[in-house]
């Protein structure tokens, strides 16, 4: 009787350990994924900026989003010239992982 009682009390402490470090593991992908959110938004507001301080490509509506460090520019310029001036700008800026550089020249 008195074995059968401390096992039961031993499975039931194992188990409660084992659901908590369940709910701490899913606590900490969740704040991991806030934080890349964090992050994403903190490297296209970056970007944004840096491309409104350019004078030549202040002038243009590129649209710019942020995915786990990837950086996306969407939009169209005058000259493929400033397509690749967009991308050498925005390489350039601190927490960029990459680029997918989908502007395009106007026609």
Do not use: W
């Not at 039961?8 to 890349?36: D, F, H, P």
């Not at 989003?65 to 939009?75: D, K």
């Not at 390489?91 to 502007?103: F, K, T």
Request: hydrophobic share 40%; glycine share 4%; net charge negative.
């Amino acid at each position: 009787m008195f074995k059968s009682t401390l096992l039961s009390k031993v499975v039931i402490g194992i188990s409660l350990v084992a659901s908590l470090s369940g709910c701490e593991t899913t606590q900490n992908q969740m704040m991991q994924r806030n934080q890349v959110h964090l992050d994403d938004a903190v490297v296209t507001a970056k970007v944004k900026e840096t491309l409104s301080k350019d004078p030549v490509l202040q002038k243009y509506a590129i649209e710019v989003f942020t995915v786990s460090g990837e950086v996306v520019l969407r939009g169209q310029v005058d000259s493929l010239e400033d397509v690749y001036r967009a991308a050498k700008i925005v390489n350039d800026v601190e927490g960029v992982q990459s680029l997918l550089n989908d502007l395009s020249e106007k026609k």
